[in-house]
């Protein structure tokens, strides 16, 4: 089985800077409408048997423009709540809380937003392990997943075996990528075949 994980299109707080975590949903632009429908044809030689998205609307967006099957919302791949800091700048939300902000971009095993409201590490973990024990012992052989930045990056790095504190060495999935994950043949573990590729101009 695979899963192609595809992180939404491009948003104006995404070209803002802006924390939107599972609060702020602001509208993919314009241009990514463009962008997604290249990652389409990118994957429209797939024969998907399930399609799962975060319930979030630019998740939602992406994944409809993605593919006509029908998109079922799964929470799981909401995006990180990031509490209180979410709708700022990233900028404001470094000089509000600079230790938390740096951890959860470098040093993702020493991050603990508990005093802004943030959701933990275990907790988004926890989702997608939840998530992947549903997908291993299913019939299906391709699933395709459309979230977000911080919980995609994550999540899709925890299922391959990454730990805690080497999840974020190679940065974050970029919007519009096709990041894709295969289950060994006993459908126990997965391994990466795809990380964070894109398909802009």
């Known amino acids: 089985m695979r899963i192609y994980f595809v992180r939404h299109g491009k948003t104006e707080w995404n070209l803002e800077r802006r ?52 998109v079922k919302p799964d929470k799981r791949l909401a995006e990180w709540n990031f509490g209180e800091l979410e709708g700022n700048l990233i900028t404001e939300a470094i000089a509000k809380e600079p230790e938390q902000m740096h951890y959860s971009r470098f040093e993702l095993e020493k991050f603990d937003g508990s005093s802004f409201g943030a959701e933990s590490v275990e907790s988004v973990l926890k989702r997608w392990e939840s998530l992947a024990r549903e997908l291993l012992h299913s019939p299906f052989h391709n699933v395709l997943l459309i979230g977000h930045g911080a919980s995609g990056t994550a999540g899709v790095r925890h299922l391959v075996g990454i730990p805690v504190e080497k999840i974020r060495e190679e940065g974050g999935l970029e919007n519009n990528t096709v990041t894709v994950l295969e289950a060994d043949e006993e459908r126990e573990h997965f391994r990466m075949l795809t990380w964070n590729k894109s398909y802009d101009e």
Do not use: C, I, N, W
């Open 19 to 70: 924390l939107q975590g599972q609060k702020g949903d602001s509208p993919l632009l314009s241009e990514s409408v463009a962008s997604v429908k290249r990652v389409r044809k990118v994957l429209e030689d797939v024969s998907f048997d399930e399609v799962l998205s975060s319930p979030q609307k630019r998740a939602m967006t992406t994944a409809h423009l993605l593919t006509d099957l029908p």
